[in-house]
Structures are given as structure tokens and as C-alpha cells.
């Protein structure tokens, strides 16, 4: 895991070398560290910032003052939706005030992936690699949407065991009935009482 983290730790680096503005707000960031919850890989990573350099590590053993749970498709999210960062999607633990500031830090990162990966690669290769990367997300994304509208499909027509809307809208209006219904009785014993 170390081998496949030293690449992105180095991609980050040089990416805050040429956004100094972000760079600068690290500083609120040093000594603190950052623990990530990818879910559905099983791993953790811990972020930690050092001397304005951010260092990434598998040590799950750190106790940090901020841990972020979530899928790796939703992480990864983040750098282009830092609100995102408090969706219900994902899970924070620890120093609000903290994730606060993350969530800044990320709105003012501008990070252009494509010119890195034009450095490593040249101009030639990196835009069709870009260009599948975005195809492969939007093929993600609309995978997952599809699988949960299947799903839900699935189990309210075959499987019954979710009710469909129509059900659900007269379970909330007999719901409703019961409390109007409750509230009468409970004001005529209220009327009852002080007689």
C-alpha cells in the first residue's frame, strides 16, 4: 500500500508547489493529521501535513484528529465538490471546526490533474488517458444510480418486500388521521378534566 501512496503524495506536493495560495492555508493544517475510511477497498489512509509537505501513510495505528468514511468513488468526489464533504454519503468523526477548514482548503485547491499527468506522460498520451478517466467516472456513477433504482425496483414489484409510493401515502395519510383524531380526544379529556 506504502508503494502504491508515495506516487499521489508526490502528485499532491508538486500540485500545492504551483497553487501557493493553498499552500499558504497548510499552515492551520501542521502536526494534524487526517485519517481516511475508504469502505469499500478496506483501507485507511492518514494524511498528516509536515513542514507545509502533505505525507500519506497506511499506519492505521495513528490516532487522528479527523477520520472520513466513505466509498472511493464519493472521496474522490471531494476535489471537485468539497460541500460534498458533509453529505450524508459521508461519515465524519472528530474536530468539526477541523473539517471545516478541510472543506475550505479543498474549495480553494485548484489542481489541474491533466497537466501532471501531461508532464509523466506528454501531451499525446494524457489526453485520451483523461479523457477515459472521465468516461470510466460517468460510467461509475451512472452504474451505481442505475443499481440502486434496480434495486429499489426489484424489491417493491418482485420481491415485496418494499412498499411502493401509493402505499406509503396512505400509510402517512392514516398516520395523519390517528394524530388529528388523538389530538381531538386528548383536548376534549383536557375540556373534561377542568369540569
Given at each position: ?10 502528485a ?12 499558504e ?25 509536515i ?21 472511493a468513488?464519493?472521496?474522490a468526489?471531494l ?6 464533504l ?87 395519510s392514516?398516520?395523519?388521521?390517528l394524530?388529528?383524531?388523538l389530538?381531538?380526544l ?10
Amino acid at each position: 500500500m506504502s508503494l502504491f501512496l508515495k506516487p499521489i503524495e508526490l502528485a499532491l506536493n508538486k500540485a500545492l508547489e504551483q497553487d501557493l495560495e493553498t499552500k499558504e492555508k497548510l499552515v492551520q493544517f501542521e502536526q494534524r493529521s487526517i485519517a481516511i475510511n475508504i469502505k469499500d477497498l478496506g483501507q485507511i489512509i492518514t494524511m498528516t501535513v509536515i513542514d507545509l509537505q502533505i505525507q500519506l501513510s497506511a499506519n492505521n495505528d495513528e490516532i487522528a484528529d479527523l477520520t472520513i468514511t466513505s466509498n472511493a468513488l464519493t472521496l474522490a468526489r471531494l476535489g471537485r465538490d468539497p460541500d460534498s464533504l458533509f453529505s450524508a454519503e459521508i461519515d465524519i468523526n472528530g474536530d468539526v471546526q477541523f473539517a471545516k477548514k478541510l472543506r475550505d482548503l479543498l474549495d480553494g485547491f485548484d489542481f489541474d490533474w491533466e497537466a501532471q499527468l501531461a508532464k509523466i506522460t506528454g501531451d499525446t498520451l494524457a489526453f485520451p488517458i483523461a479523457h477515459g478517466i472521465r468516461q470510466f467516472t460517468g460510467w461509475m456513477k451512472n452504474t451505481h444510480q442505475s443499481m440502486q433504482k434496480n434495486t429499489a425496483e426489484y424489491l417493491r414489484e418482485e420481491a415485496r418486500i418494499l412498499p411502493d409510493k401509493s402505499q406509503t401515502n396512505g400509510y402517512m395519510s392514516e398516520i395523519d388521521t390517528l394524530r388529528a383524531n388523538l389530538d381531538r380526544l386528548e383536548a376534549r379529556i383536557n375540556r373534561l378534566s377542568t369540569k
